[in-house]
């Protein structure tokens, strides 16, 4: 099985026997590019945040508002557990009185906890905007690490591959309200283990390491890991087909690694795992398999993304409004073709990376093959794949294709490193690799190229500069951010807090969902969820069983958002006053609470229309309902 072979860490030479160590390079010089490169990225974390820090205690993302909102509430959630000492898994300060199953949802536990008191001190909106920055610059910096240790020599190739890695479009694309999706920098710590996992004598901690890696990104983000252990199968498949041999030598300690890592990885998170599947709030699968649907559309592949500088607004209505996981331009795809070519001859590592663009290419289609917002006719590869079927129940097609963005930015390392006439890596293999695995699949070592290495004069000028204008048009622009109203005075200062005693519940107005509410579900992470609030913005059980967005709807919160989205109050009959009570009494309400502004005029007529006359106090309107409830 495979480890960081000699001939996967180079780019352009041949597969030679280690026989000693490279000349070591001065420390200084690493250590400062190093620095300058992690101060880049930063540079650049701090660059696709600037809108939000222009306000940041009232500005959400314009693209996707409510999941910004959702993941300000995770993390005054975490601040919330560990300062109440309440189990992180569950929380009854949403969709009261049900709860809500936080291992069953994109809860990010992993990033909310230890971030909790930064949370405490800044509050949720700030903290949510300096984790989102150096999210993505972390997710670099350990791409970083991991090209520049383990595959190229140059470290430009490791720094122009990094920042791909961290910042490529489908990865900025989800830094528009879903950071869970940009917390990627463990992933590139799991593969080197998981390439490491057949060195001779140390599967023991080899095993454990990724045991304790594999643990901590369940936290995080388990459909991230998904595709990256998808995208590890592919590669130790594509390794064992290539070298058999060596693969084989390997097997034994590869296996037992394996092992240790499993036994750990479940030893850590056996109880949570239960919990997401058999917890309160438990649910299976998401309601006709809705994810199934997003397939990448193969136009997408040439088209500059929105948030690049090459992109704009415009370009989500030339295709259609789906996530933008590829988006790479036709001068980026040109340019990776053109380096799979050259490199996939010499280069071990190219043709593996070459088997990952294509298997998830098309593995990234969805039920229909779509081309410029077109669906045709044609069958995709999910058109075959049951709804049901576990571990890709909740899967969308369309972000398999991350995988393909992943390595793209590997293969951008590899031909920089090429130009640059990269060697073998800094750190070699260790000096017991087999003779079987040190030559190629047949015992013989690959054909030594022309050279001594370096491309020719004239090659290096041109690839830098097709490498170069390739990617300047997905340098990333400021996140698009849209300002929201601040939560009302009553809110913020306390004024509800005689009017909502422990075990009752203060009724938002509207009540928060997953299409309207946000600025409602805001009061609770704003004010650290010190009232539990009914509804929200988060995947529970139906009545069969099954995922949905949302608490399913009662007959008083569907009579509000009719009224919203109709601008007027429909006829009332003593059974929708009925039915208010009923629904007031369920989610044991103290007070309903409705904003003064002229917005909510309509909601102030519907809400009277049920339970009689309001009182103004401070600047919100309010039903004191304990005298209608038992």
Same mark, same amino acid.
């Given at each position: 099985?495979?480890?960081?072979?000699?001939?996967?860490?180079?780019?352009?030479?041949?597969v030679?026997?280690?026989?000693?160590?490279?000349?070591?390079?001065?420390?200084?010089?690493?250590?400062?590019?190093? #620095?300058?490169?992690?101060?880049?990225?930063?540079l650049?974390?701090?660059?696709?945040?600037?809108?939000?820090?222009?306000?940041?205690?009232?500005?959400?993302?314009?693209?996707? $508002?409510?999941?910004?909102?959702?993941? %300000?509430?995770?993390?005054?959630?975490?601040?919330?557990?560990?300062?109440?000492l309440?189990?992180?898994?569950?929380?009854?300060?949403?969709?009261?009185?049900?709860?809500?199953?936080?291992?069953?949802n994109?809860?990010?536990?992993?990033?909310?906890?230890?971030?909790?008191?930064l949370?405490?001190?800044?509050?949720p909106?700030?903290?949510? !905007?300096?984790?989102?920055?150096?999210?993505?610059?972390?997710?670099?910096?350990?791409?970083?690490?991991?090209?520049?240790?383990?595959?190229?020599?140059?470290?430009?190739? !490791? /720094?122009?591959?990094?920042?791909?890695?961290? /910042?490529?479009?489908?990865?900025?694309?989800?830094?528009?309200?879903?950071?869970?999706? #940009?917390?990627?920098?463990?992933?590139?710590?799991?593969?080197?283990?998981?390439?490491?996992?057949?060195?001779?004598?140390?599967?023991?901690?080899?095993?454990?390491?990724?045991?304790?890696?594999?643990a901590?990104?369940?936290?995080?983000?388990?459909? +991230?890991?998904?595709?990256? !252990?998808?995208?590890?199968?592919?590669v130790?498949?594509?390794?064992?087909?290539?070298?058999?041999?060596?693969?084989?030598?390997?097997?034994?300690?590869?296996?037992?690694? @394996?092992?240790?890592?499993?036994?750990?990885?479940?030893?850590?998170?056996?109880?949570?795992?239960?919990?997401?599947?058999n &917890?309160?709030?438990? =649910?299976?699968?998401?309601?006709?398999?809705?994810?199934?649907?997003?397939?990448?559309?193969?136009?997408?592949?040439?088209?500059?993304?929105?948030?690049?500088?090459?992109?704009?607004?415009?370009?989500?209505?030339?295709?259609?409004?789906?996530?933008?996981n590829?988006?790479?331009?036709? $001068?980026?795809?040109?340019?990776?073709?053109?380096?799979?070519?050259?490199?996939?001859?010499?280069?071990?590592?190219?043709?593996?990376?070459?088997?990952?663009?294509?298997?998830?290419?098309?593995?990234?289609?969805?039920?229909?093959?779509?081309?410029?917002?077109?669906?045709?006719?044609?069958?995709?590869?999910?058109?075959?794949?049951?709804?049901?079927?576990?571990?890709?129940? +909740? +899967?969308?097609?369309?972000?398999?294709?991350?995988?393909?963005?992943?390595?793209?930015?590997?293969?951008?390392?590899?031909?920089?490193?090429?130009? !640059?006439?990269?060697?073998? $890596?800094?750190?070699?293999?260790?000096?017991?690799?087999?003779?079987? %695995?040190?030559?190629?699949?047949? &015992?013989?070592?690959?054909?030594?190229?022309?050279?001594?290495?370096?491309?020719?004069? *004239?090659?290096?000028?041109? &690839?830098?500069?097709?490498?170069?204008?390739?990617?300047?048009?997905?340098?990333?622009?400021?996140?698009?951010?849209?300002?929201?109203?601040?939560?009302?005075?009553?809110?913020?200062? &306390?004024?509800?807090?005689?009017?909502?005693?422990?075990?009752?519940?203060?009724?938002?107005?509207?009540?928060?969902?997953?299409?309207?509410?946000?600025?409602?579900?805001? *009061?609770?992470?704003?004010?650290?969820?010190?009232?539990?609030?009914?509804?929200?913005?988060?995947? @529970?059980?139906?009545?069969? @069983?099954?995922?949905?967005?949302?608490?399913?709807?009662r007959?008083?919160?569907?009579?509000? =958002?009719?009224?919203?989205?109709?601008?007027?109050?429909?006829?009332?009959t003593?059974?929708?006053?009925?039915?208010?009570?009923?629904?007031?009494?369920?989610?044991?309400?103290?007070?309903?609470?409705?904003?003064?502004?002229?917005?909510e005029?309509?909601?102030?007529?519907?809400?009277?229309?049920?339970?009689?006359? $309001?009182?103004? #106090?401070?600047?919100v309107?309010?039903?004191?309902?304990?005298?209608?409830?038992?």
């Amino acid at each position: 099985m495979p480890v960081v072979d000699p001939s996967l860490n180079s780019a352009s030479v041949a597969v030679e026997p280690v026989v000693a160590d490279p000349p070591r390079r001065p420390r200084r010089r690493p250590a400062r590019t190093d #620095v300058l490169a992690i101060g880049a990225y930063a540079l650049l974390g701090v660059l696709v945040c600037l809108n939000y820090w222009g306000d940041v205690q009232h500005r959400v993302s314009s693209h996707l $508002p409510t999941d910004h909102s959702w993941f %300000e509430w995770l993390f005054a959630h975490g601040a919330y557990s560990l300062r109440h000492l309440e189990n992180p898994l569950f929380t009854a300060r949403q969709n009261a009185p049900d709860g809500v199953n936080m291992m069953a949802n994109t809860s990010l536990l992993g990033v909310t906890l230890p971030l909790a008191p930064l949370t405490l001190l800044l509050g949720p909106q700030v903290t949510y !905007a300096l984790y989102l920055g150096g999210a993505l610059a972390a997710t670099a910096g350990t791409s970083y690490w991991m090209l520049s240790r383990h595959l190229v020599r140059s470290r430009g190739a !490791a /720094f122009v591959g990094g920042a791909f890695l961290g /910042f490529a479009p489908g990865i900025v694309h989800h830094a528009n309200g879903q950071p869970n999706f #940009v917390s990627n920098f463990l992933l590139p710590l799991i593969v080197v283990r998981v390439l490491r996992l057949g060195e001779p004598g140390r599967w023991w901690r080899n095993g454990i390491a990724l045991g304790v890696l594999v643990a901590y990104q369940i936290f995080i983000n388990e459909e +991230m890991l998904l595709l990256t !252990a998808l995208a590890c199968l592919v590669v130790v498949a594509a390794y064992v087909a290539q070298r058999p041999r060596a693969a084989w030598a390997r097997a034994g300690a590869f296996l037992a690694a @394996g092992g240790v890592g499993a036994g750990v990885a479940l030893l850590l998170t056996a109880y949570p795992i239960w919990f997401q599947f058999n &917890g309160p709030q438990s =649910y299976r699968g998401l309601q006709g398999g809705v994810f199934h649907s997003w397939g990448e559309d193969l136009a997408a592949f040439v088209t500059f993304a929105r948030d690049t500088v090459a992109g704009d607004e415009a370009v989500e209505k030339t295709i259609g409004l789906t996530e933008q996981n590829t988006w790479f331009g036709w $001068p980026l795809v040109l340019v990776a073709l053109v380096a799979l070519v050259l490199l996939v001859r010499r280069s071990l590592a190219a043709r593996i990376l070459a088997v990952l663009v294509v298997v998830f290419t098309v593995a990234a289609i969805g039920p229909k093959v779509r081309f410029d917002g077109v669906e045709t006719a044609i069958d995709g590869p999910w058109a075959y794949v049951p709804d049901d079927l576990p571990l890709v129940e +909740m +899967m969308m097609p369309t972000r398999l294709s991350l995988v393909v963005a992943a390595a793209v930015g590997v293969l951008l390392a590899l031909a920089w490193d090429a130009l !640059a006439g990269g060697g073998r $890596p800094p750190v070699p293999a260790p000096r017991s690799v087999p003779a079987a %695995e040190r030559t190629g699949a047949e &015992g013989t070592a690959e054909p030594a190229p022309p050279a001594a290495g370096s491309p020719r004069r *004239w090659l290096r000028p041109v &690839g830098y500069a097709a490498l170069t204008l390739a990617l300047l048009p997905l340098v990333p622009r400021p996140l698009p951010a849209q300002q929201v109203d601040p939560p009302p005075h009553f809110i913020t200062a &306390g004024g509800w807090r005689p009017y909502v005693p422990t075990g009752r519940t203060l009724v938002p107005v509207p009540i928060p969902s997953n299409v309207h509410g946000l600025p409602t579900l805001r *009061w609770s992470a704003l004010t650290g969820q010190q009232f539990p609030i009914p509804g929200g913005y988060f995947i @529970g059980p139906n009545e069969q @069983g099954e995922g949905v967005f949302g608490a399913p709807n009662r007959p008083t919160s569907t009579l509000i =958002y009719a009224t919203m989205d109709a601008g007027r109050v429909p006829p009332l009959t003593g059974e929708n006053r009925r039915q208010a009570v009923e629904d007031l009494r369920f989610w044991k309400a103290s007070v309903v609470v409705l904003g003064a502004g002229p917005r909510e005029a309509v909601l102030r007529e519907l809400m009277t229309a049920l339970l009689g006359p $309001p009182q103004r #106090v401070d600047d919100v309107w309010l039903w004191d309902v304990r005298p209608l409830l038992p």
